[in-house]
């Protein structure tokens, strides 16, 4: 790699922009620690001085292309003047649009997807010698993992992908498209990875993946292993005191999955478990693969075991076909399971899906008018759920200094957010604070010191 560093000398600096999903944040996290491993990069807070920018782009829902050739615009401008640097366009938009993006920006240098990220150091190397342009999209059999450096931890709380892609081809979604079919990672690996996130300092680990309960990985006796025995496995690992997991799929949501939130105390009392719509007409269409008593079924199941557990859920308003009737059911839903917190969008179509290929036939303003009333009635839910919090002494895991000064943030066990005065040498402990006050998305408290 010296070599390499000497031939690279006028790079230094790297700015990396995410959009989307955990998972891009964990990728983005990768790409640093290798383009620091691989020449030296260090990162950046602003794009204005970097050598490098990557962005690591998402295309789920509405406008994302335009949104990255906007932000595009900008780097443009930073190279005009520095014509030395290197700009790249990963993630799912990259996956997407592929060449399109160098055709439209020719200042791009590098395309990538989110499954040959892996090669950007090799990929840099050559548009160095050859000032090409580049794209690498295709989609290896997930050799990415083998080729990345060691994590690195970076605070009190870490996340590992444990899976890629998706196979349920929801009829709207496209990340079956931009991140390919869904491959496991092996059991060993994975606990190694949290083993080194944990020596590092973590003592919370979030396991992700698009459907993280699809988690079907070869196991260390050679056996297949699912996600809930996986769970068991890394619960064990010396100086975990907390473990969470995301995105699951209602229809991977086993009887034993429900169980381990009884059994696992590391296993913190909060799940998002997105259902899209409370109408069955609409699951049908969706092909999500199961209907609202399905779903209510599992609620159940989980609250039985966890009385305590938060919820949480994603919601798409204005899907094709979605009739006033069917609207009514997910608000129905919504306040049959009571949610702690929740996501909602406007349907909007995405490039290549089935939804994509018939009308969009909601009018916008139906959809605004829907999406404002599911979100009056969810920001209430979350609203009751935060003030249920006055009072209470909750066991908060110090993550970072807030905003304001002399404030810390961290996080419940049930992923509320709470701010209080604290110390900066309290993050990475799990300390009692008694909350005070209740905001829309987030608590404030007081620390309870042991001479209180
Ligand atoms: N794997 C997860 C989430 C994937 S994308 C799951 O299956 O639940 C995150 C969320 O974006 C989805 O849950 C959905 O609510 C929303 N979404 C996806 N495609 C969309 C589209 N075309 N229009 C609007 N929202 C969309
Ligand atoms: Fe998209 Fe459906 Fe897969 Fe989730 S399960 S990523 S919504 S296709
Ligand atoms: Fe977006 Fe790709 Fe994640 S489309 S949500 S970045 S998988």
């Given amino acids: ?60 829902r509405e406008k994302a292309e335009d949104k990255v050739y906007s932000e595009l615009g900008r780097y443009k401008k930073l190279k005009d003047k520095r014509p030395d640097m290197i700009i790249g366009v990963g993630g799912c938009v990259g996956q997407q649009e592929g060449d399109r993006i160098q055709k439209r920006a020719p200042y791009v240098d590098i395309v990538f997807g989110p499954q040959t990220y892996h090669r950007l150091p090799e990929m840099i190397k050559e548009i160095r010698r050859n000032r090409v342009c580049l794209t690498e ?35 709207f979604c496209v990340v079956p498209y931009t991140r390919g079919p869904e491959i496991s990672r092996p059991v060993s690996d994975i606990l190694d990875e949290c083993r080194e996130l944990l020596a590092g300092g973590a003592v919370e680990i979030s396991l992700l993946g698009q459907n993280v309960n699809a988690y079907r990985g070869p196991g260390p006796d050679e056996e297949e292993w699912d996600f809930t025995m996986l769970l068991y496995a890394v619960a064990e690992l010396a100086g975990l005191k907390r473990l969470r997991f995301s995105t699951s799929h209602p229809m991977e ?66 899907y094709p076909g979605e009739t006033e009737e069917d609207f009514e059911a997910t608000l129905d839903l919504v306040r049959r399971v009571d949610y702690g917190s929740a996501f909602c969008f406007k349907y909007s179509p995405r490039p290549g899906t089935p939804a994509s290929k018939v009308e969009d036939s909601v009018p916008e303003d139906v959809k605004d008018i829907r999406l404002q009333r599911l979100l009056a009635l969810t920001r209430e839910q979350t609203r009751a759920a935060m003030e249920s919090q006055i009072g209470k002494i909750v066991e908060v895991l110090v993550e970072k200094e807030s905003r304001d000064a002399g404030d810390m943030a961290g996080r419940t066990a049930d992923f509320k957010i709470v701010h209080f005065k604290g110390q900066k040498r309290q993050i990475g402990q799990i300390m009692p604070v008694r909350i005070t006050e209740a905001y829309g998305q987030s608590l404030r408290g007081e620390l309870i010191l042991a001479s209180d």
Avoid at 15 to 25: D, V
Wanted: aromatic letters at 6%; glycine letters at 6%; one cysteine or more.
């Fill in 1 to 60: 790699m010296k070599n390499e560093n000497q031939k690279l000398q006028s790079l230094d600096t790297l700015f990396i922009k995410t959009y989307g999903c955990q998972m891009n944040e964990y990728d983005s996290g990768r790409m640093a620690d290798m383009m620091k491993q691989a020449y030296g990069l260090r990162l950046v807070a602003t794009p204005d001085l970097a050598d490098v920018i990557l962005m690591n782009t998402c295309s789920v």
């Fill in 137 to 171: 999209i295709d989609m290896p059999e997930i050799e990415k993992f083998d080729h990345l450096p060691k994590a690195e931890s970076h605070g009190a709380s870490g996340c590992v992908t444990i899976m890629e892609g998706c196979d349920k081809f929801c009829t």
């Fill in 253 to 318: 949501m086993t009887s034993e999955l429900c169980l381990a939130f009884a059994e696992i105390p590391q296993l913190m009392p909060y799940l998002h478990l997105p259902v899209q719509s409370g109408s069955d007409n609409l699951l049908k269409v969706m092909h999500r693969g199961h209907n609202r008593e399905t779903y209510f079924r599992i609620i159940d199941e989980l609250r039985e075991h966890c009385p305590d557990i938060a919820l949480s859920s994603d919601f798409i308003v204005g």
